[in-house]
Every structure is written in structure tokens, then in C-alpha cells.
């Protein structure tokens, strides 16, 4: 067992500044040796703003240093598989951002390199990781709620698209929009609490409607608006709606970063035969249940907690000890697996039968 690894943030972005370093910072267990980024500034900034590494701007040369242990992978989703196999095929254990990879077919070589070698991936769904959420698998796991027949996701906004026009909306680079940016969390999150169902068959629509005239999109508020470029590509999803039947519940959800109603809807209801929960994403949630002939509803309280931080560092662990966490490839397959198969029953408007 490792009692400390060196480790390398590959993408000095958000996802990396907010959530990757920090956690390697506050790990007694982990020190950051390279922040790398193609755009130079990014990874030179790192390395003055937290004290620490080594700047690089193409992560190939480090990835033969002997001293090196892990990686975060914290790029655009096109780069994900690539970097990704590239470092566990040099023996290095993998912390890859979702979604694992924008088709199913990348996402399937992921998961062989990573048994092949041996060497760890773990994908960033850290919902996993969130004490709400995990009260919730609890209380199912307890059989609280019974049977859990069929379960709701809603991940609704107004209009919401990020950076029109740039990478998040050219489906080359992001491999999707709404279902791939957000569905993959909320997919994740249910498959998780519901013991990771086998998918079975899956029947959905992705709608690329609002974004398509981008001059005249009209919007209060983008995230990433400085990924902005009106000459730029969109042709992503930005909306969809799929039912999933799975060896386990019935999975219904709707999603949009934008379409024309203006009332956003993030939650997850999980509807039992004894009792249901309606998670409020990103929060708490609501238990309904029937005891002495009476409906209670419970609203519980317990500590929030850092989930992507709590992430990072079940991961260092997971190093450390050569052991495979609950983030692991394998379970990310089923997501992926899903949102292909909504993808392609888009393109061919029908129901697609998964098999092994």
C-alpha cells in the first residue's frame, strides 16, 4: 500500500480549478507534480496560484515519469478516451471527468484498456459521492420504499445553452448537449441508488431545435460565455425524453438546457410500492411514506458534504490501496450504454434492444 502519490491535473480549466485541485491540495496522501493545459497560461497560472508542480502543455511528456502514480483527466470530452488509454497503458491510474467518453464505443476500449493493464479508472459521476443520495440508496436498499418500479429524472431549464456555438454545442468535440452535459449525471445517480440495473431496451428523442439559429437565440444568462462563437457549430441536443426499461425499475426522464417554458424542474423521483422519495437535485429530499393508516410525509436533515471533493480523495484512496471504487469503469458502461442508445433511437426512431 502507497502512503502518498504524485499525481497530474491534465486540463486546467473549471472542472479542475473547482473541484480536482483543491481536493489533491487538502489529501494528506496526494502532491500535485504536474498541471498541464494546451493553453499555456492555464497551467503556468496553476502552478502560481497554488504553489506548487510543475507546468506542461502536452501531457505525452510525462506520461514515461516513473515517479508519477495518477491522473486527473479534466479536458473536452473528445480527449477523454485518448488520454485516458494513453496514461494506463504507461501504468497510471485514471481519474477521468464525465462522461467517460462522447460514444459508447470509446467508452468500451476505456473500460478494456483499464482491466487489460490492470491499472485503475474511476469516471467523475460524483453524485456517488453525496450524502443526500446515499441516504436515499439506503433507504432502498433497507426496502423502506419495496418494489422500486419506476423512477422520474427531470432536468429542465429555460434557457440554459453554455457557450453557443463552441465546443459544448459541436457534437465532434462534446459528443452530445443536454443528455451527455447533464442526463449523464441524473442516469448515473439512479442507476447507482438502484443497485445498477442492466439496461434492456431504450426508446428517446433528442430534440436540436432552439439553439440552431444562433444569432437569434434569446437568453438571460449562458454559462461558459466566454466559449461563445456565433460562427461557431451547433448541432447538439437541446432537449430530449426517453423512457428506459432495465432489469430493475422503469426509468422515464425529461431534460432540456432550453426550451420554451419558462419553470425549471431538477429532481429525481424514485416511486416505490411501499413508499417514494423525491430527491431535490444538488439537495435534500422528501420521504412519503403510509404508517398506521396515516400519509407522513419526512423531510430529513443530516450534514451536506463536498461531493467532489470527497470524490478526489476516495480516489487518491482507491490508489493507494490498488483497489477499484464505486466510480469504476464498469459502472459507467451502463450510462453510457444508455445515452448511445437514446442517441441512436433518435436517429432511427425506434426502440433499441441493448444485448451484452
Known sequence: MKEKINVAVIGCGNIGNSAHIPAYIASPRAQIKYFCDIIPEKADACVKKYGCGKAVYDYREILDDPELDAVSVCTHNDMHSVIAIDFMKHGKDVLCEKPAARILSEALEMEKVSYETGRLLSIGVCNRYSNAVNAIKKLIDDGVLGEIYHVYASFRAYRSIPGLGGDFTNKAVSGG???IDWGVHYLDLVEYVCGDPAPLTVSGEAFCKLGVDMPNYVYTHMW???????NGVYDVDDSVTGLIRTSGPVITFNGAWAEN????????????DKGGVRHDYLGGFTLYTVRDGMLCTTKPSF?????HRDEVLDFVESVCRGERNRNDIKNAILTSKIMQAVYDSTEQHREIVLTD
Open 261 to 272: 417554458i419558462n419553470e425549471e424542474g431538477t429532481f429525481i423521483d424514485f416511486i416505490g
Open 224 to 230: 461558459s460565455e466566454d466559449t461563445k462563437d456565433l
Open 303 to 307: 450534514p451536506e458534504n463536498n461531493m
Open 177 to 179: 448537449g443536454a443528455l
